[in-house]
């Protein structure tokens, strides 16, 4: 079960070396893991407000292929690998969108793993087990 | 009394065009307001805690007249020009950093705006009048 | 004639006083920019390879009227107002996406005007006629 | 041999959860591999125009340990840890800097590898060897 958001670059994306700059990745794959929340009616808006709890990335690897330009479109994918109370692994990727609209080549790939902290404290905290259910249909 | 501070600029303050994206210059000018405010003894995240409330743009108006590159050195300053209890008048330049060190050509200049805003409703305030003594002493 | 462009607030927009960051706005005000000009068939990255030119943002005003925070939809629009050889004057806004879709609450709204540089020399030269053309058609 | 560069958290750095956005790490980290190659004499800007080559990241991990928050003040390092004409592997920190003013709890670390890339092209090239040479001197 994989997400996937069209994102395409801007001029903000970019640096002057005429690629997206390397932390945009970062942006792009957040964007992902939000919309795929959001997919399945998860708001953090409304967890962090309702419930006082937040995501926050404890850990990521990425490995950078090959680089984007402005004007590129990319389809950018969350994919969940492993949910415990503790964390979630999420496997994304950063892939050109080709002629046909479907993604293709791969430009950046990372494992995200995120913890859950309460919004005020900032202090670690369980994973709430409804999140995990969702996650998990 | 114009507050100045030094900027350096790095690759993520660039775009494609190999200069400094026009955005970024507002985060080089709060960068500016926050530590002149620093400098009087006023901290952002203390008001917002103690107080509850915070700073918030209104208006602003730039003109970019010449662009910025990576590794150049900015001077960028803020000067207070008008503080009332509905808002404070900033004006702020970014000039390049002479060889000896002084601010010389100027790149981008600013007239901004603030108002006060509580920091949970984002409703508009009176400035607190003891912020505005300490800008004007 | 106004071109608009849905724009989702992610984490990365927003500071921590919970709203976005009053510098994201110009990237939104940007992004509109670059949409409009594609669907008038005008690609920055073919007019900066092929004839080695670009458009950067000579001056802007910018009006913040209410904050926007993490998952709201915006409608972000771009009307040119004015064009001549010497500048592009447009009109720009970011509305919060109503119930219905479409447009409602007005967030911020921008005049920015545009200049045309040589992409090497970053000297202001003459936009050209063509484009001109097109964006009046 | 380790590098250090201080760097203050300012609001753009920020996100609604109240802490530095996770990409952020990635700009404080190249800011510091940036000044770091400054303090060998190595300029990045120069190498583009005169030898049309630059570094680009291909790899790296982060580990999050504890958020940093607005005004907080941070030593972050660079330390080369080996260096070969395909790669070179960098240890960064980020660490906030304590009432001495020396670096002390650490917040965020990362091992970024950095290749290089012909600056038109973006093909893969050889590590210049002199760079190399300045780097382990």
Partial sequence: MTFELP??????????GGIVYYANYLCFFERARTNWLRSLGISQRQLKESIGGMFVVSKCAIQYLHPARIEDELIVSATLQAASAAQLTIAQQARRRGANGAASELLCQSTVHLAWVNAVTLRPARIPGYLIEKMRS
Same sequence: chains 1, 2, 3, 4.
Avoid: G, K, M
């Avoid at 670059?9 to 970019?14: I, M």
């Fill in 7 to 16: 994102i395409q670059v801007f001029w903000e994306d970019t640096d002057a």
